[in-house]
């Protein structure tokens, strides 16, 4: 992998380890990604984190139909309909994918996918 992409990946990756919207399994992929840069692993860990976040990012249409469900109004409460409204808004001007900064984040990471498992 280019420094270069190495080190935005690195970047984006500790805002992804941050931010408060950060399952523990992408977390969890993370570190062990952070710590695997530079080795040996590195490859294989490269692989391992790629698909955590392939599962992890929330394509829009899942989160509207979340956010309006009785289990999106447990996680959300009284926040429900209005992240089911922005989803819906950020949907209809081209946004594939929730923008918290968890899957901001990720969505940024895998826009290096090709790139990240370049030998």
């Known amino acids: 992998m280019k420094k270069e992409v190495l080190d935005y990946v690195v970047e984006k990756t500790n805002e992804l380890t941050a931010a408060f919207s950060c ?5 969890e992929a993370a570190e062990a990604w952070l710590a695997a840069v530079g080795t040996a692993n590195e490859a294989e860990q490269t692989k ?19 956010a309006e469900s009785e289990g999106g109004a447990k996680v959300f409460g009284d926040n429900a309909p209005n992240v089911a409204a922005h989803a819906k808004e950020i949907k209809a001007a081209g ?21 990240m498992l370049q030998a």
Do not use: R
């Open 48 to 66: 391992k984190y790629i698909a955590e976040l392939e599962e992890d990012i929330m394509p829009l249409d899942n989160l509207i139909v979340f």
């Open 95 to 115: 946004a594939k994918y929730c923008d918290c900064p968890a899957c901001a984040a990720v969505e940024a990471i895998l826009a290096k996918k090709d790139e």
């Open 23 to 27: 399952s523990k399994e992408a977390k």
